[in-house]
């Protein structure tokens, strides 16, 4: 299994807007796309940061819908305004879960 970490950090108060974008719109399309088992999603409303770690069968799968895809442009472009820097995407293979 791989994991696609995307770390986020927002305009100061926005981590809720940009939640409720997540939950309502991004969330439903990541599950349609191949691949994907699971999302768990961590939010500092003190920091305004979010880390969102998505699970995927496969490191491309991960990859298939990671930067530079249609898919991730589409789903940034949804709270891209209130982004206080761009994200940072990371993968990694998931060595351990319990």
């Known amino acids: 299994m791989h994991a696609r970490v995307n770390t986020m950090q927002y305009q100061p108060g926005k981590v809720d807007e940009a939640f409720q974008i997540f939950r309502e719109s991004i969330l439903q399309e990541t599950r349609q796309q191949a691949g994907f088992q699971a999302v768990t999603v961590l939010l500092n409303r003190e920091t305004d940061k ?10 491309a799968d991960a990859r298939a819908s990671g930067p530079g ?22 993968f990694y293979e998931v060595a351990l879960q319990e």
């Open 50 to 59: 979010a880390i969102v770690i998505s699970l995927w069968q496969t490191e």
């Open 69 to 90: 895809s249609s898919y991730m442009q589409t789903q940034q472009a949804k709270a891209s305004s209130l982004f206080a820097a761009a994200p940072i995407i990371e």
